[in-house]
């Protein structure tokens, strides 16, 4: 069934997670309210897991972990492609369902599903090469080497704007690298969780060999989340969010000693020189800004522009923003669809009226298109001329808001971009390999992901995935982000006959 303008959307959303084989209760009475942000309709509602139920998935996965750890790695691979073939199978019902509940157009849904693909095929791989130095030793008759162990259960809690691939960016790793996941989704898009789940299942039901209970899902608020963040043996918490979230999760992993791994706000900056090739910045900048209705922790906020381009470019942008094809984000050729929620076109005027009063000019951030959906939030996206970076830009923003800056020296551009709190992504339009070698270097972007002649957001899994400061400093998805998901022995083994100490010292019993 796709889309039709009579379609229900809960309908849509029903007769997918029928497909998939959702078996949970979704029409629990007086339970957590899914809602489409697409028109505001009721898609399900769940009831939340207690915090007893939280505590034995816990210890379902402790105990699933201990089998697990055993298992060769290459064999966990196996776990993992079986995953990305059940996903390639279902992805364009995956792709619809996060369209119905985070509002994302056809386009970007399949996008992240093909995201959770990429990772399986990355971590299939990767099953063959969790590699451990060989390191030389001082000692005569004496070799040294480090070994990758798995690490534990990996609590997972996510955000609604990537509802399913933050998930698979963690998971595929933590299961080749021998660990248990228990996922907290946002209580936004707790149907894209289960529906994973359910796709994990299958995965599970051809695998045959594997421990129960690899993967879980908790439905639920605050508080499955909290009791994840407080539990010794939950050995890692990657948390996507804000970073207010951050802040609280942060200190409270460590004040028992255990890992953290945070993914929270950016605050994404474009700088655009004279020697730009300015029809690739606007269709980057745009895609960038409006692109998951400026709803990606990856998106354009900031756009830091040459003076002597300035108006040209702010023109054209004004031009295409007018004119973009904003609606149902499951229709063809819809380039922006809804904001998630009521909040979230609150939290976007407030920024609008806080930057008037700090002297910002404002083209767009109406909200459109009420008769037809009266219940759900579509805008029209925003740019806001600034003469300085305020309090107001310097802050994140879950809208499409894009704010201009003007510059002239490079050096000013590059100081702009990096006084925001948050470093997560920066990218840099120019032709001149002086500019672009100058951001790229130790003293330009301090951004976590920093990219020449592409928009910010839309990273490849290859790569990992983070960014710095208020971001939170963790790193997720490809290159060596896997240590994150194991633990590090460094092993001295001594075949000689001796007993040579390091470091020279003498004990002669
Ligand atoms: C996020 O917004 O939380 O780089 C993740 C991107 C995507 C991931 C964004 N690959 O925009």
């Not at 889309?3 to 998939?20: G, N």
């Not at 994302?104 to 599903?113: M, R």
């Given at each position: 069934m796709t889309?039709?303008?009579?379609?229900?959307?809960?309908?849509?959303?029903?007769?997918?997670?029928?497909?998939?084989g959702v078996t949970t209760a979704l029409d629990f009475q007086q339970g957590m309210s899914v809602r489409s942000p697409i028109d505001g309709s009721q898609l399900a509602q769940l009831r939340p897991h207690g915090s007893e139920e939280v505590k034995e998935a816990i210890a379902r996965a402790h105990q699933a972990w201990q089998t697990w750890r055993t298992v060769p790695a290459p064999v966990r691979g196996e776990l993992v492609r079986l995953l990305g073939q059940e996903l390639r199978a279902e992805k364009h019902a995956l792709g619809q369902?996060?369209?119905?509940?985070?509002?994302?157009?056809?386009?970007?849904?399949?996008?992240?599903?093909q995201e959770m693909i990429d990772i399986c095929d990355f971590a299939v791989g990767l099953s063959r090469q969790l590699y451990g130095l060989t390191i030389a030793s001082e000692r005569p008759g004496?070799?040294?080497?480090?070994?990758?162990?798995?690490?534990?259960?990996?609590?997972?809690?996510?955000?609604?704007?990537?509802p399913m691939a933050v998930w698979a960016w963690n998971t595929a790793l933590a299961l080749v690298c021998g660990d248990a996941v228990v996922w907290k989704p946002s209580e936004k898009t707790p149907l894209s969780a289960l529906a994973c789940q359910a796709v994990f299942e299958r995965a599970m039901a051809r695998f045959q060999d594997g421990p129960a209970h690899l993967s879980q899902v908790l439905i639920g608020g605050r508080e499955p989340g909290e009791i994840l963040v407080d539990d010794a043996r939950v050995a890692l918490v990657s948390a996507t969010g804000s970073t207010r979230m951050g802040r609280e999760v942060g200190p409270r992993v460590a004040r028992r000693f255990g890992r953290v791994l945070l993914e929270l706000g950016g605050n994404n900056a474009v700088i655009v020189t004279p020697n730009a090739d300015?029809?690739?910045?606007?269709?980057?900048?745009?895609?960038?800004?409006?692109?998951?209705?400026?709803?990606?922790?990856?998106?354009?906020?900031?756009?830091?522009?040459?003076?002597?381009?300035?108006?040209?470019?702010?023109?054209?942008?004004?031009?295409?923003?007018?004119?973009?094809r904003i609606g149902n984000p499951l229709q063809e050729g819809t380039l922006l669809g809804p904001l998630v929620d009521q909040a979230a076109f609150e939290a976007m005027?407030?920024?609008?009226?806080?930057?008037?009063?700090?002297?910002?000019r404002v083209t767009g951030g109406e909200r459109v298109l009420q008769d037809e959906f009266p219940s759900a939030y579509y805008v029209r996206p925003a740019i806001v001329e600034m003469d300085r970076q305020t309090d107001t830009v310097r802050q994140e923003t879950f809208a499409p808001i894009l704010y201009v800056l003007r510059y002239e020296e490079l050096s000013e551009a590059l100081a702009l971009q990096n006084d925001v709190p948050q470093g997560l992504s920066s990218a840099i339009f120019s032709n001149d390999l002086r500019e672009t070698e100058a951001f790229l270097s130790a003293s330009g972007s301090d951004c976590g992901i920093a990219n020449v002649n592409i928009g910010t957001s839309g990273a490849e899994i290859g790569g990992a995935f983070g960014g710095d400061k208020e971001t939170g400093g963790g790193r997720e998805s490809g290159s060596d982000a896997w240590r994150a998901y194991m633990r590090r022995a460094t092993n001295t083994i001594n075949y000689s006959r001796e007993l040579p100490l390091a470091q020279g010292v003498k004990f002669d019993l």
């Open positions: 889309y039709t303008a009579t379609a229900h959307t809960s309908e849509l959303a029903h007769s997918i997670l029928a497909r998939l369902l996060i369209s119905l509940e985070a509002g994302k157009i056809t386009s970007e849904g399949l996008g992240e599903v004496h070799r040294m080497m480090e070994t990758w162990h798995p690490l534990g259960v990996v609590g997972v809690i996510t955000a609604f704007n990537f300015l029809d690739l910045a606007v269709r980057g900048i745009v895609f960038a800004a409006v692109g998951t209705a400026g709803q990606r922790c990856t998106s354009t906020r900031r756009l830091i522009v040459h003076r002597s381009i300035s108006d040209q470019l702010v023109e054209r942008l004004k031009q295409v923003y007018g004119r973009l005027q407030a920024a609008l009226e806080a930057a008037r009063a700090q002297g910002g």
